[in-house]
T-cell receptor, first 113, second 109 residues
Framework: IAGITQAPTSQILAAGRRMTLRCTQD?????MYWYRQDLGLGLRLIHY???????GKGEVPDGYSVSRANTDDFPLTLASAVPSQTSVYFC????????????FGPGTRLTVL | GQNIDQPTEMTATEGAIVQINCTYQ??????LFWYQQHAGEAPTFLSY????GLEEKGRFSSFLSRSKGYSYLLLKELQMKDSASYLC??????????FGAGTTVTVRA
C-alpha cells in the first residue's frame, strides 16, 4: 500500500541525547515536510524539502536538522534534545511544493525528560 | 507572520449541521486547505479552495472569500464518526502551509 511511514511510533528520550526520526514515502513525491504538533498551537513547520538534495527552514527550525539524500527518505535529527522538543512529530509529502495536497505519516510521539 | 483563527471547540447533535469558521491574515495567498484529524491519528485532506465560492463534496462543503480573509467548512448530516479536529491551513506566497490551531468538533447522539 502506497503511503508514508514514520519510525519510531513513540520514544522517551533523556535530555541531551541525539535522536533521529525516520520518514519514508513510496509515492515518488518531490516535496517532503516535518511538522510538530503541540496542544493549542496546531501544526508548525520545522523543515521542508522541495526535491532530493535540497532543504529549507520552516517556522521553528532551531534545534533540528534534516537531510534529503534521495526522493523517498527525509530524516529529522535532534542533535541534543531538550524538554521543549516534547511533541508529536508528523512527516508529510506532496507531489510538489505549493498548493498540492499533503499526505501525512502516522506521527512520532516524542517525550524528552 | 501568519495569523489563522478558528474556534477551539464546537458541539453538535447527530444529524445536524455545523459550520466551522476560519479567518486568516497571511503573507500572500495561494489557497486554503481543510484537513480532518481524528484523535491520535494523522491529518487527512478534506478540501482545497483557491477561488472565491463554495466547493461541495458530499456531506462536506468549503467556502472561501479572499477579500474577507475568510473560509468556512460546513459539515451536514453529522455522524458520530465526524467527531474530530478540523484544521484550517493557508498556503502563503512562499508556498509554505500555515495551520490554525484546529477546531475540535464533538458530535452527540
Amino acid at each position: 500500500i502506497a503511503g508514508i511511514t514514520q519510525a519510531p511510533t513513540s520514544q522517551i528520550l533523556a535530555a541531551g541525547r541525539r535522536m533521529t526520526l525516520r520518514c519514508t514515502q513510496d509515492m515518488r513525491h518531490n516535496a517532503m515536510y516535518w511538522y510538530r504538533q503541540d496542544l493549542g498551537l496546531g501544526l508548525r513547520l520545522i523543515h521542508y524539502s522541495n526535491t532530493a538534495g535540497t532543504t529549507g527552514k520552516g517556522e521553528v527550525p532551531d534545534g533540528y536538522s534534516v537531510s534529503r539524500a534521495n526522493t523517498d527518505d527525509f530524516p529529522l535529527t535532534l542533535a541534543s534534545a531538550v524538554p521543549s522538543q516534547t511533541s508529536v512529530y508528523f512527516c508529510a509529502s506532496s507531489d510538489s511544493r505549493g498548493a498540492d495536497e499533503q499526505f501525512f505519516g502516522p506521527g512520532t510521539r516524542l517525550t524528552v525528560l | 507572520g501568519q495569523n489563522i483563527d478558528q474556534p477551539t471547540e464546537m458541539t453538535a447533535t447527530e444529524g445536524a449541521i455545523v459550520q466551522i469558521n476560519c479567518t486568516y491574515q497571511t503573507s500572500g495567498f495561494n489557497g486554503l486547505f481543510w484537513y480532518q484529524q481524528h484523535a491520535g491519528e494523522a491529518p487527512t485532506f478534506l478540501s482545497y479552495n483557491v477561488l472565491d465560492g463554495l466547493e461541495e463534496k458530499g456531506r462536506f462543503s468549503s467556502f472561501l472569500s479572499r477579500s474577507k480573509g475568510y473560509s468556512y467548512l460546513l459539515l451536514k448530516e453529522l455522524q458520530m464518526k465526524d467527531s474530530a479536529s478540523y484544521l484550517c491551513a493557508v498556503v502563503s506566497n512562499d508556498y509554505k502551509l500555515s495551520f490554525g490551531a484546529g477546531t475540535t468538533v464533538t458530535v452527540r447522539a
